[in-house]
């Protein structure tokens, strides 16, 4: 029996596409916004922090999914392309390892931020998004064809279920709001499409004001 799942059942890997995206602008921009933030002005640091957090607590959500489900099902059938796999596996470790380093650093500089600690905070983000968008090339360029042939529909979708239990209710509007921003009609009509009626009448609502209000207050001059 083959491993290929037949074509009305295969996953729209595009949607990774897209979210990755999200990544991509957001943490370059943290740095940005942490070198900006003005000394001593912690009422600021602490927007741009909470941020940084929402951010990562994305990653670490969608990371999730895929250690839970994506690379064992394809270690299971997509052999022997399986090395790609392995070495995402090990990215991850990375990523998480970089993650460790830049949050004491997150603390220290929202409590005092200044030039040197807001510095240093950047620098750390910046390295960390070197070795996220390293990870998530090699993701788009080699794992998303495997997961189009060995990964049924149904358990791609499955993917966004797992650690979305990390998130506060609240910050779901936003993350979500931060993937569709630069997502074009089609590719939001298609993330849409998979989310129940309700939460996509609440997104377009109260979740449309709560994302503007949320990136005007954080991307202020």
Not at 52 to 66: I, K, N, S, V
Request: net charge negative.
């Amino acid at each position: 029996m083959t491993s290929t799942t037949h074509t009305d059942q295969r996953p729209d890997v595009h949607d990774m596409v897209v979210i990755h995206r999200a990544f991509r602008r957001e943490f370059p921009a943290a740095a940005r916004l942490i070198r900006t933030t003005p000394n001593g002005d912690t009422a600021r640091a602490k927007v741009v922090a909470d941020h940084l957090r929402l951010c990562l607590g994305g990653l670490e959500m969608h990371h999730t999914g895929e250690d839970i489900l994506l690379w064992p099902l394809l270690l299971k059938r997509a052999a022997p392309s399986t090395g790609v796999v392995e070495t995402m596996q090990a990215q991850h470790h990375g990523i998480d390892a970089r993650v460790e380093a830049l949050t004491p650093a997150l603390a220290a500089w929202q409590a005092a931020p200044t030039k040197a600690t807001g510095e240093h905070l950047a620098t750390l983000v910046n390295r960390f998004s070197e070795a996220l968008f390293e990870h998530l090339d090699l993701e788009e360029r080699e794992v998303l064809p495997l997961a189009s042939r060995h990964v049924t529909a149904v358990e791609w979708d499955q993917m966004g279920e797992h650690g979305s239990e990390t998130m506060r209710s609240s910050e779901l509007p936003i993350l979500f709001g931060l993937i569709l921003e630069d997502a074009d009609a089609e590719e939001r009509a298609r993330l849409l499409a998979k989310l129940p009626l309700a939460v996509r009448v609440l997104l377009r609502t109260v979740g449309a004001w709560q994302f503007s209000r949320y990136v005007t207050r954080l991307r202020q001059s």
